[in-house]
């Protein structure tokens, strides 16, 4: 589910190339659930295996469904297993516990946050009415209410669920158990997405530790680690440590599940997406194109994870100008989540953006607005008005009106945008940065260049502290910068900018990368948010 966002978390927003690690956590999550729930109690387990019943058939239904995705038909026959769960109070006790966290991960799959919450708690407070405080029991239903919080992006209040969660387990079971692992991971990626990168390292290294020691260096757990760290690093343009760790996870992959397995498929688009953030547009098309056909393969050509392996071909053919063939895999995208997911799945508004974002690119305006409309409404839904995804869209409808010289429209969309950043992520957020850059370019664009300059300025600052001094993001915003003192005749002021960003991406891209052509004194970038 995390590492990044997922869901995968529901709230990331729209991290490209598949960089998650959404399947793969979905399964940790079925089997932490259960067996930390129920802790191996051999009393409770033990009772709960003896009743047998109708429990069990619902349960097993329930959960079936679920993975079917027919969550409607799931959450009646979960709420039926929950009225039946048992009748001797240990086993009902595990029986309600297991029925109340099944049923709170179908209300987050249909992204009801309120009612999967509130289910969770619910789980919580009666395992620590029978078992006290630090009980392991405990611990895994605190683990359930953070990564409802988690997935929703409300870090402030998952953090110190995982938190509680890791310190009663270590105490419980071992500071080097396989649970105590999987909550560090989760807690690392907690500040991986909101860019605490040097919270998130550590945490990260002694999960993958623990994981190497426990399950041995070719373990697929241990793949999901070396993966993390791998984003972590990516995340701060560090491609060229990235990449081994890529490689090593897809190399275990390949080797403990087979070459067609859908996790290597996974493997495969993460460093496809390394390879195009660095704009090497060949080297990841074969790699993209591979995990496509695993998923078609594995899974049957109408499964959302083929949807998603289309958007990541078709993002790989818009960024090298290929639109005609680019077009038709996003609509077939499209298409496939409308039928799987239903109309209004956030999924599905993750498509519409990217078909938004292609016809913006090809400059037909008149087709983004209804696209960009139907986006924002299913997000508003999913996630509320103040979820920064629903912020993702504004900023994109805000570009559109600045392309059509609207404005004022633009104008009040970046400050809609920003104001709800920094509420929801805090003022010092690469994402606060991005708002901050763009409504600096539509004032620039209008030559207001005295609002335009403390706001790019400010958006430098947040973005080299949160990514350091060396992430290709931070050159964007130096030449920005250096192009909008060269406007306004300060060449003595511009040129070491321009130069300090070129510096930057010859470091980070190679001396001969396209990208430096970029680097002039006149040329201006919009940032962007990741898009699906």
């Given at each position: 589910m995390f590492g990044g966002r997922h869901v995968a978390s529901p709230f990331m927003i729209r991290v490209t190339a598949h960089l998650h690690e959404g399947p793969r956590m979905k399964r940790y999550l079925e089997i932490f659930t259960i067996a930390v729930l129920l802790f191996l109690s051999s009393t409770s387990w033990g009772q709960v295996s003896k009743i047998g019943s109708n429990w069990d058939t619902l349960n097993t239904r329930a959960i079936a469904l679920f993975k079917a995705r027919k969550f409607d038909e799931a959450v009646k026959v979960a709420s039926r297993a929950l009225e039946v769960a048992g009748t001797s109070q240990e086993a009902r006790l595990a029986r309600v516990t297991t029925s109340l966290i099944i049923l709170a991960d179908i209300y987050s799959a249909?992204?009801?946050?309120?009612?999967?919450?509130?289910?969770?708690?619910?789980?919580?407070?009666?395992?620590?009415?029978?078992?006290?405080?630090?009980?392991?029991?405990?611990?895994?239903?605190?683990?359930?209410?953070?990564?409802?919080?988690?997935?929703?992006?409300?870090?402030?209040?998952?953090?110190?669920?995982?938190?509680?969660?890791?310190?009663?387990?270590?105490?419980?079971?071992?500071?080097?158990?396989?649970?105590?692992?999987?909550?560090?991971?989760?807690?690392?990626?907690?500040?991986?997405?909101?860019?605490?990168?040097?919270?998130?390292?550590?945490?990260?290294?002694?999960?993958l530790a623990i994981r190497e020691k426990v399950f041995g260096a070719d373990h697929v757990d241990v793949a999901?680690?070396?993966n993390n760290v791998a984003l972590l690093y990516m995340s701060q343009g560090q491609y060229a440590l990235s990449e081994p760790l890529f490689r090593r996870s897809l190399a275990i992959r390949e080797k403990a599940l087979g070459p067609d397995h859908p996790d290597v498929a996974l493997s495969l688009d993460n460093l496809a997406g390394l390879y195009k953030a660095q704009g090497q547009y060949a080297t990841p098309e074969p790699l993209v194109k591979r995990a496509l056909a695993i998923r078609e393969k594995a899974l049957g050509p109408d499964h959302p994870d083929v949807a998603s392996s289309l958007n990541s071909l078709a993002g790989l053919y818009r960024a090298q100008g290929l639109y005609a063939l680019a077009e038709p895999l996003l609509k077939r995208s499209l298409t496939i989540e409308e039928k799987a997911l239903g109309p209004d799945h956030p999924a599905v508004s993750g498509s519409l953006i990217s078909l938004a974002a292609l016809y913006m690119d090809r400059g037909q305006y008149v087709s983004v607005e209804p696209l960009l409309t139907r986006a924002l409404a299913i997000d508003e839904k999913a996630y509320g008005p103040g979820s920064p995804n629903v912020v993702s869209v504004l900023s994109r409808l805000a570009s559109l009106y600045w392309n059509q010289g609207q404005y004022v429209l633009a104008e009040s969309l970046y400050k809609r945008s920003l104001a709800t950043y920094e509420k929801a992520l805090g003022p010092d957020h690469p994402y606060v940065a991005t708002i901050l850059n763009n409504l600096s370019g539509l004032y620039r664009a209008q030559a207001q260049y005295a609002p335009a300059e403390p706001l790019l300025k400010r958006a430098l600052a947040i973005s080299e502290k949160a990514l350091g001094p060396d992430h290709p993001e931070l050159a964007t915003g130096l030449n920005n910068l250096a192009g909008l003192l060269?406007?306004?005749?300060?060449?003595?002021?511009?040129?070491?900018?321009?130069?300090?960003?070129?510096?930057?991406?010859?470091?980070?891209?190679?001396?001969?990368?396209?990208?430096?052509?970029?680097?002039?004194?006149?040329?201006q970038s919009r940032w962007s948010l990741p898009c699906n």
């Open positions: 249909q992204y009801n946050f309120a009612a999967a919450e509130l289910l969770c708690k619910r789980a919580v407070e009666i395992n620590e009415k029978e078992y006290g405080n630090e009980h392991p029991i405990v611990a895994g239903a605190l683990y359930k209410v953070a990564q409802t919080y988690h997935g929703f992006g409300q870090y402030a209040k998952a953090q110190p669920l995982y938190e509680r969660s890791l310190a009663i387990l270590e105490k419980a079971l071992a500071p080097d158990h396989a649970y105590v692992a999987l909550i560090l991971n989760n807690l690392a990626e907690l500040y991986r997405e909101q860019s605490q990168y040097a919270a998130a390292e550590p945490l990260h290294r002694r999960s999901q680690s070396l060269q406007e306004q005749e300060q060449h003595a002021l511009a040129v070491p900018l321009s130069k300090r960003a070129l510096a930057i991406r010859e470091k980070a891209l190679g001396p001969d990368h396209p990208a430096l052509s970029l680097n002039e004194h006149g040329h």
